[in-house]
C-alpha cells in the first residue's frame, strides 16, 4: 500500500518551468517503479515518464524527452518531475503513480497506486 499526493503544480508562462513533487507514504517505496502521466480535458491519460526503483533507468516520452526530468530520492518518499521549456500543450493534470517493479512503465493499467493530481497550466 503506497499512498501519493502531488504538489508544485500552478500557472507558468510558455518557455518557463516547473517542479512537481510526488510524496509518498506506506511500505517499501523504495520497492516500486514510479511514474508521472498527464491529461489534459478530452485526452486520454498519456504516460510522461517513469523511474526505476533503484533510480538507475528513466523513461521518457518523445513529447517531453529533453524537457522534462524525473528524479527520486528514496529517502525522502519522495519522487519529482522537472519540467523545463514549458508548452501551452503541456497544460494537464499530472498524475504519479506508483507501480510494481517490472511492470510495464508506460502503460496506465500497470500502475496500481494514484495521487489526486496537480494542475499545470502553461499559458501566456
Known amino acids: 500500500q503506497v499512498q501519493l499526493v502531488e504538489s508544485g503544480g500552478g500557472l507558468v508562462q510558455p518557455g518557463g518551468s516547473l517542479r512537481l513533487s510526488c510524496a509518498a507514504s506506506?511500505?517499501?517505496?523504495?520497492?516500486?517503479?514510479m511514474g508521472w502521466f498527464r491529461q489534459a480535458p478530452g485526452k486520454e491519460r498519456e504516460f510522461v515518464a517513469a523511474i526505476s526503483w533503484n533510480g538507475g533507468d528513466t523513461y521518457y516520452p518523445h513529447s517531453v524527452k529533453g524537457r522534462f526530468t524525473i528524479s527520486r530520492d528514496n529517502a525522502k518518499w519522495t519522487v519529482y518531475l522537472q519540467m523545463n521549456s514549458l508548452k501551452p500543450e503541456d497544460t494537464a493534470i499530472y498524475y504519479c503513480?506508483?507501480?510494481?517493479?517490472?511492470?510495464?512503465?508506460?502503460?496506465?493499467?500497470?500502475?496500481?497506486?494514484w495521487g489526486q493530481g496537480t494542475q499545470v497550466t502553461v499559458s501566456s
Open positions: 506506506g511500505r517499501t517505496f523504495s520497492s516500486y517503479t
Open positions: 503513480a506508483a507501480a510494481r517493479s517490472g511492470s510495464n512503465y508506460d502503460r496506465v493499467h500497470e500502475y496500481a497506486f
